[in-house]
């Protein structure tokens, strides 16, 4: 089968990261299984102007009107970027010629009503996340001109053949936007176990940060966004670098709206002796960075509605390492607390401090609960696994097609 995706995510390598490595692994897995495939990234970052063309003259301009009225006509400017999409999207069909085209769902999208319509394929759609609740939710700084977002969405949602979601809390919300249940179809994330296993080694990264084999690391993977639990973490860097003086962290990850603030609160705190900052890893290079870990962490803060399948919780899973996360949406469907890992009430930071506490003292527990964290996942949560469910779906979305 040849199969066709888009997705118009923007910044890839930063506070996207996790939706395009999401994509990567699956559509990687998919082709694994014999299928051939074209990932479509419509926007892949802003060309950069030629020398000698007025662009600093420009930038200056447009900094200045974007500083001023950017809230005003962003909504607009999304609706509008549909038609510049199209003609893109319809010479990507014509050379590449796919039996099934998969749109990544965003907000404000509505270019595969038309397309598939003039090309006459079928279709379904990845539903990543509630897109319209957390564009609400994280932007609110722009102007909303009546309900257009949810409008949009809605018909996008009832019209499309099939929707795949990555957790119950995600297909809940496509439900409540009208998609019939027998359209949604629930694929969580996974993991890659040829790379992330309990066999990689982490020593040559915990050589190069000077760490020796009594230290505890506690690690972080994560683009330090809003929903990562950053002051959570700032916390724990304070309390146990305070009580256990073999204690480390590192973190990996970067580039998300909390990173300065981290950054500052580790130096100000004076711990960065304590504190090791990677900075961006390419997701190649991140086994034996997992793999230099003795805690894994996703101290996640009180999320209403937890909509995520986290690739960090079962990369920390398949590396055989014990994970400390809040007990939210899919990660307590996951993790079953002293069995596979340990879970605290999200909002609960004595909870958290609690079972750091109790792994960083007992290297015994750690390694029974990284075992059963590793048993958990392979082969159950592999992108392998998830892709068999994703090809089931598109040969089902093909056949009622052809009828």
């Known amino acids: 089968m040849k199969i066709l995706y888009f997705s118009y995510l923007y910044d890839l390598w930063g506070c996207s990261l996790g939706s395009t490595l999401k994509a990567i692994e699956l559509f990687g897995a998919l082709q694994k299984l014999g299928h051939e495939i074209r990932m479509c990234w419509m926007n892949p970052g802003v060309q950069e102007s030629q020398p000698g063309d007025g662009s600093n003259l420009w930038r200056k301009v447009r900094g200045r009107l974007k500083a001023r009225f950017a809230r005003f006509v962003h909504e607009p400017g999304q609706i509008l970027a549909n038609f510049r999409y199209l003609p893109r999207e319809l010479r990507e069909v014509n050379s590449f010629a796919p039996d099934l085209i998969i749109w990544r769902h965003d ?96 020593q040559e990264v915990r050589r190069k ?83 230099a870990f003795d805690i894994a962490l996703a101290p996640y803060p009180p999320i209403e509605r937890f909509h995520f399948s986290p690739v960090k919780i079962f990369e920390y899973m398949a590396c055989g390492k014990p994970v400390v996360a809040a007990r939210l949406g899919q990660i307590a469907e996951v993790i079953q607390d002293g069995q596979n890992g340990f879970l605290f009430e999200a909002g609960d930071f004595e909870g958290l401090l609690e079972k750091v506490r109790a792994l960083i003292a007992d290297p015994t527990l750690r390694r029974r609960l990284g075992e059963q964290a590793h048993r958990t996942v392979v082969p159950g949560y592999t992108w392998e696994t998830q892709a068999r469910k994703l090809e089931a779906l598109c040969f089902e979305v093909l056949e009622r097609f052809q009828r």
């Open 209 to 291: 940060l000077g760490l020796d084999e009594t230290a505890v690391v506690l690690g972080f993977s994560g683009s330090l966004h809003y929903w990562h639990g950053i002051d959570n973490l700032m916390r724990l860097m304070t309390q146990v670098c305070r009580s256990f003086g073999q204690a480390h962290f590192v973190i990996a990850g970067g580039g998300g709206p909390e990173s300065d603030r981290l950054l500052a609160f580790v130096e100000e705190a004076r711990l960065g002796q304590r504190v090791h900052f990677l900075g961006f890893v390419p997701h190649d290079q991140m086994p034996p960075v997992i793999a």
């Open 107 to 202: 907000v404000y999208l509505f270019t595969e009503l038309y397309t598939s319509r003039v090309v006459k394929l079928p279709w379904l759609l990845e539903g990543d996340g509630p897109s319209v609740r957390e564009y609400r939710q994280f932007y609110r700084r722009y102007v909303r001109y009546g309900h257009l977002d949810s409008l949009i969405e809605r018909a996008v949602v009832r019209k499309a053949p099939a929707i795949f979601v990555q957790s119950n809390e995600t297909k809940r919300y496509f439900a409540e936007q009208g998609a019939p249940e027998e359209k949604l179809r629930m694929i969580p994330n996974g993991v890659d176990p040829a790379k992330f296993n309990p066999q990689v080694s982490g």
